[in-house]
């Protein structure tokens, strides 16, 4: 009877484990599938699809999506032909660069020519091809490289003092973007007239310098001064909107050179909550501002002392090239004295967000990185004031910095009657002497009310009044107190004569008046600008240095310009 019944149990748990294993994989088989059409899903993926399914704030900084096609094919092409493209081009950029290097040639040294120029044996890799659409009536392409190449590069250098050196360039490591354009298309082989070409962007370039049989530290600034050179160099000879240009066939293509395309004007109001870079005492920062970093065309602020909210208010012009693709940078730095300058932050808006004759007011987020935008980290904000004039666009656009602007017809009138009587005076072959206008007026400011102040009194009320201050003059004017409110209306109108109000600022600060003594609720700080544009505005203001509140002010502009010869 056991024997049966042990027989029956095995049987029924044999049945069961074979069940259970069919059903375990039957499951399995499914998931696999499943797995497997997700796989081939995201296979299938585009780049568009696959920016729908995470937002870029989701990625680590280090991934980026690359409009790029790959281009193995061309790197085994390149590799074969290397040592004859070797010995071609090294010649042709040794005669290029050196006239070049020879202009940006540092003060300590009395010559520098290149002794040796061979580009090494390691070809470049090509790492991604892209077609840009421009609409100009020819073929942009974008060619991605990556050298990390053995050149044989001896330069020839003697300083002022007599000694002769040669110093040799090593461990060259180049990441960038070249830009070809082949324009314009004709219609006869090879279909485009000709080719121009530029380092459309240098993402990295690093090398090092030594001197053959000797050390390089032994002359102090010797390194960095050639360093400098050969950037400046390269940023000034191919970078773009730099292009050199072939002609394939005749023709002329003086419209494919390199032109200026109009003028930015930039304010640099101010900065704010700047990271300490002190041990004892606030940072002591400055402002270093460029479209092309050619140290010529770098703009450096002055340094304001021990204050992590600094007032600038200084106003720089830069040459505009291409307004499609560059881009204005502002460098924030703490001033060390003798030392080097420590870095804070930097930032950049592209110039194609502007509008032309269109004053844009913007504040900045500084980062540590502008190729990683991606910061966390609080380092600051800058404060600009930008304008972007185009060239032969003058009498279409309203420009602010300009010596007539804010003239009356009665004004200018007038301005062009002295002008032509000192021509008939002088003569009609002699320059006409310049004049230029001084943006003077009266700025009417009413402060109207402020919101959602921070309370300052123990009871968690306030007794808020505000002062206005002119900054170049120090002239100040304050409205009454409104005791116990957190919201306080005043609706006082003041009046400010302004000399010259396109450098000028305007401080509002709220303070709570206590018997004795008073305290801190806040400021803004306006520019007036937008007020010599705009006639009169109103608007609300946050306040900074705070927690909460902001401020509700008008203002007016009556101008009354005057004139001064230069």
């Not at 095995?10 to 797995?35: D, H, M, P, Q, Y």
């Not at 399914?53 to 193995?72: A, D, G, H, M």
């Not at 943006?439 to 009310?449: D, K």
């Amino acid at each position: 009877m056991s024997f049966f019944f042990g027989l029956g149990v095995g049987v029924t748990v044999g049945l069961a484990l074979i069940v259970l294993f069919v059903r375990s994989e039957n499951a399995r088989s499914k998931r696999r599938s499943e797995l497997a059409t997700t796989v081939a899903a995201f296979a299938r993926m585009t780049l568009e699809d696959s920016k729908k399914i995470l937002s870029p704030e989701y990625y680590p900084s280090w991934v980026v999506f690359s409009q790029r096609q790959k281009l193995t094919w061309l790197n085994l092409q390149l590799t074969k032909i290397w040592p004859y493209v070797n010995e071609a081009a090294s010649e042709l950029i040794k005669t290029n660069v050196e006239p070049v290097i020879e202009q940006y040639r540092p003060v300590i040294l009395s010559s520098l020519k290149f002794s040796k120029f061979t580009l090494g044996t390691v070809a470049p890799q090509f790492t991604g091809v892209s077609i840009i659409e421009d609409g100009g009536g020819g073929v942009t392409m974008e060619l991605e490289m990556n050298w990390d190449g053995n050149p044989n590069i001896v330069l020839d250098i003697k300083t002022r003092l007599g000694v002769a050196l040669p110093v040799q360039v090593k461990n060259i490591g180049f990441t960038g973007v070249f830009r070809l354009i082949f324009k314009p298309l004709v219609d006869e082989f090879p279909c485009f007239g000709a080719l121009c070409y530029s380092l459309r962007e240098k993402k990295q370039l690093d090398f090092t310098l030594k001197v053959v049989g000797g050390d390089i530290s032994a002359i102090p600034g010797l390194s960095d001064a050639i360093e400098g050179t050969i950037r400046d160099a390269i940023e000034d000879s191919i970078t773009w909107p730099v292009r050199k240009i072939i002609p394939i066939l005749p023709g002329d293509y003086s419209d494919l050179e390199l032109k200026p395309v109009g003028v930015l004007e930039v304010k640099l109001v101010q900065a704010k909550e700047l990271t300490n870079k002190d041990i004892i005492g606030k940072s002591d920062p400055f402002s270093v501002l460029y479209i092309r970093p050619l140290r010529d065309r770098m703009k450096t602020s002055k340094t304001i002392n021990n204050e992590l909210n600094p007032l600038w208010n200084e106003h720089f012009e830069f040459i505009v090239e291409d307004a499609s693709t560059q881009q204005l940078v502002v460098k924030v730095y703490d001033d060390e004295g003798l030392q080097a300058a420590e870095f804070i932050g930097c930032a950049q808006i592209p110039l194609k967000e502007l509008e032309p004759g269109k004053v844009k007011d913007v504040w900045l987020k500084l980062v540590k990185d502008l190729e990683v935008q991606r910061d966390n980290k609080n380092r600051g904000q800058v404060h600009l004031e930008l304008l972007y004039c185009p060239y032969g666009t003058e009498n279409e656009l309203t420009n602010p910095f300009a010596s007539s602007f804010s003239m009356t017809t009665l004004e200018k009138v007038l301005k062009n009657g002295v002008e032509g009587k000192e021509a008939a005076e002088n003569g009609t072959d002699k320059k006409l002497r310049r004049r230029e206008v001084i943006v003077r007026g009266v700025l009417s400011v009413t402060a109207i009310s402020a919101e959602d102040l921070a309370p300052a009194d123990l009871m968690g009320k306030a007794d808020p009044y505000v002062v206005l201050t002119m900054k170049k003059t120090e002239t100040k004017n304050k409205t009454r107190v409104v005791n116990d409110s957190l919201n306080p209306v005043w609706n006082q109108t003041f009046d400010f004569v302004v000399e010259d109000g396109l450098h000028d600022m305007l401080i509002v600060e709220v303070w709570d008046h206590d018997t004795f003594g008073k305290d801190y609720m806040g400021r803004c700080i306006l520019t007036l600008t937008r007020v010599i544009l705009e006639g009169q505005y109103e608007d609300s203001f946050q306040l900074d240095g705070t927690k909460s509140g902001k401020l509700n002010l008008r203002l007016k502009w009556s101008p009354r310009p005057i004139y001064r010869d230069s």
